[in-house]
T-cell receptor
Framework: GAVVSQHPSWVICKSGTSVKIECRSLDFQATTMFWYRQFPKQSLMLMATSNEGSKATYEQGVEKDKFLINHASLTLSTLTVTSAHPEDSSFYIC???????????FGEGSRLTVL | KNQVEQSPQSLIILEGKNCTLQCNYTVSPFSNLRWYKQDTGRGPVSLTIMTFSENTKSNRRYTATLDADTKQSSLHITASQLSDSASYICVVSGNNNDMRFGAGTRLTVKP
């Protein structure tokens, strides 16, 4: 079964609203989680690296005030897309690193559509 | 320039045939290399993880190789099935969980 759970799996929202996506590690503690976005038929693009208890590290070109990341516990990280616009419509995926085994597990992704 | 280059970008093969996907990297220092399979609209699923000392690792019909000297890895799929149609992503890790993603190879298996 899935070891990383993402919620919601899909969401539709109006332009200007904010959307929160959750990423949970179910069977292990994840000190590090990663957030990605993926456009159709394109590769995963790393947005940010989230470390528990500290500020996220954003990749170049990713607006930290636009994409708020919180990693408040060892099993939960959240991504909030603030003031969403149609161009933010994408497939957002998280992954979590099991520090003990070195395995990197991905969530099933969240499809965001902004109208 | 991306530190992880995958080839080919896309590949179409007939069911039952074999294929090999390539991943070349420049990430240094090197910690490990992972191959993932991503079905359309789903999250990537791990196929294998290889460390510096491992040359070959097999998982059912998938065989991954790693040459840490030349910084090359391959993923060989034997007796392909329709369900193998997916994107295959190579992820190379350096120190401090610094991960670099390849752009992926989109494989289509046709009947």
């Amino acid at each position: 079964g899935a070891v990383v759970s993402q919620h919601p799996s899909w969401v539709i929202c109006k332009s200007g609203t904010s959307v929160k996506i959750e990423c949970r590690s179910l069977d292990f503690q994840a000190t590090t989680m990663f957030w990605y976005r993926q456009f159709p038929k394109q590769s995963l693009m790393l947005m940010a690296t989230s470390n528990e208890g500290s500020k996220a590290t954003y990749e170049q070109g990713v607006e930290k005030d636009k994409f708020l990341i919180n990693h408040a516990s060892l099993t939960l990280s959240t991504l909030t897309v603030t003031s969403a616009h149609p161009e933010d419509s994408s497939f957002y995926i998280c992954s979590a690193l099991d520090w003990n085994t070195g395995e990197l597990f991905f969530g099933e992704g969240s499809r965001l559509t902004v109208l | 320039k991306n530190q992880v280059e995958q080839s080919p970008q896309s590949l179409i093969i007939l069911e039952g045939k074999n294929c090999t996907l390539q991943c070349n990297y420049t990430v240094s220092p090197f910690s490990n290399l992972r191959w993932y399979k991503q079905d359309t609209g789903r999250g990537p699923v791990s196929l294998t993880i290889m460390t510096f000392s491992e040359n070959t690792k097999s998982n059912r019909r998938y065989t991954a190789t790693l040459d840490a000297d030349t910084k090359q890895s391959s993923l060989h799929i034997t007796a392909s099935q329709l369900s193998d149609s997916a994107s295959y992503i190579c992820v190379v890790s350096g120190n401090n969980n610094d991960m670099r993603f390849g752009a992926g190879t989109r494989l289509t298996v046709k009947p």
